[in-house]
């Protein structure tokens, strides 16, 4: 304590390294009563959550964000380099996102929780602002995003059914790419034999909050207060495998949207057998995946005949020509190697992993992807608007979105390849 030292690392009694805090101590003595001769074995072990010593600050923000905790151990291979404090990282980036957790997490009415919700925007613009990198905004936004909607699960959910069933995040909050809140799209799964004699109204008064939250409803109803989205674990898997062998237009896009699923609240543990049972179906199913896929290929990049960007007057629709064929050709690849991951560029990641893409495509995809999501998410913070204007651009900027194009467009035609798509 005269140096100035908060926190200690001691062997609990299995072996393993845990933590010490100035708390930690003071319960220790105050609530259970434990004297000061009292060996620290005997205090509860608390899990060391850490990061290796070569990573990122702001993967230590996103940690922190996430597990609402104040330290981080550092790694250096298998020895403590030191431990990191919340006010350290803080001290470099001037942002309120941990705070705003924190927030979420005392957020014991609606009222409290709406508070909360409407300074959402405000940080993402500081953040922007700051010149955060897009792949670590989106990574922080989505924490705030899960920890948000989770806090409204436990909110109007019955406590005894919170734990026992899984709520799934879809479409691009399932991927953790929304920056900016978006329709609502969500899905639960539910265990055997559960008895939840309110659950229809209980879903609507969550997705009710949701809205109040700035969530809109999902026109195409893919929410938990549409049954069709609330299905025991059985019940999803057997209408996984009916989809796969009816193939209707409706049935590949359900398919598809279900590619997404991230669990964010309940018992996690319903999501992998229904994501093995998907991946499982359709990686032998050549046939289905081509027809999913053509989505993809059917919008063209905004370029000219002579490769030049457009200049539509009403700008350019980067989520159309860009972003849907980049995310959706990703998402196919990525069910036909039977790949976990959901986000697009972890699922680039894997695909490159798997030999499934040459390095320096996935490379030149990963940047096309970040890109695109950087000039539309200016565009909406500063206009409003998420097509992009091209005489906003820099010279600098036109040249690499037009080469991100070109990226999008050559992937296009190496998709067509790839599965054999008629035309």
Not at 60 to 85: F, N, P
Not at 282 to 289: N, Q, S, T, Y
Request: net charge neutral.
């Amino acid at each position: 304590v005269a140096k100035g030292t908060d926190c200690l690392l001691y062997p609990a009694t299995d072996g393993s390294l845990s933590l010490a805090t100035r708390k930690t101590l003071l319960h220790a003595l105050t609530l259970k009563g434990l004297p000061l001769t009292t060996p620290l074995a005997v205090l509860d072990p608390t899990p060391l959550i850490g990061l290796p010593l070569d990573s990122y600050l702001f993967d230590a923000l996103l940690l922190m964000t996430r597990h609402r905790i104040k330290r981080l151990v550092v790694w250096q291979g298998q020895e403590v380099a030191g431990i990191l404090h919340l006010t350290q990282v803080l001290g470099l980036f001037s942002t309120h996102s941990h705070v705003l957790t924190l927030r979420i997490a005392r957020a014991d009415t609606l009222p409290a929780l709406e508070a909360v919700a409407r300074e959402q925007q405000q940080l993402t613009r500081s953040l922007f602002g700051q010149g955060i990198h897009t792949a670590f905004l989106m990574k922080l936004i989505a924490t705030i995003n899960e920890q948000l909607i989770a806090k409204a699960f436990a909110l109007v959910i019955p406590p005894a059914v919170q734990e026992r069933v899984c709520l799934l995040m879809l479409g691009s909050e399932g991927r953790g790419e929304q920056i900016l809140k978006t329709d609502q799209d969500n899905a639960l799964v539910l265990p055997a034999d559960l008895h939840w004699p309110t659950q229809q109204a209980d879903l609507a008064a969550f997705s009710d909050l949701l809205a109040r939250l700035g969530y809109p409803p999902c026109p195409g109803r893919v929410m938990v207060n549409n049954p069709a989205w609330v299905k025991p674990l059985a019940l999803w898997q057997q209408e996984i495998e009916r989809a796969c062998v009816e193939a209707s237009e409706a049935d590949l896009l359900w398919l598809a949207t279900l590619a997404d699923a991230h669990p964010i609240a309940g018992d996690r543990a319903l999501l992998p057998p229904l994501a093995r049972k998907l991946r499982e179906q359709l990686a032998e199913r050549g046939d289905l995946l081509a027809e999913m896929v053509r989505p993809a290929v059917a919008f063209h990049a905004p370029l000219t005949l002579f490769g030049r960007l457009e200049r539509a007057p009403e700008g350019l629709d980067l989520k159309r020509g860009g972003l849907f064929p980049l995310v959706h050709g990703i998402r196919m690849l990525a069910l036909e190697a039977a790949i976990l991951e959901t986000s697009t560029l972890a699922r680039i990641e894997a695909l490159v992993t798997a030999g499934r893409l040459s390095p320096g495509f996935g490379d030149n995809l990963a940047e096309a992807f970040r890109l695109f999501v950087r000039l539309r998410l200016r565009s909406q913070l500063k206009e409003g608007e998420s097509r992009v204007q091209v005489n906003d651009l820099s010279h600098g900027e036109r040249d690499l979105l037009r080469q991100a194009l070109h990226q999008v467009k050559k992937f296009q035609q190496w998709l067509t390849l790839h599965f054999r798509l008629r035309q």
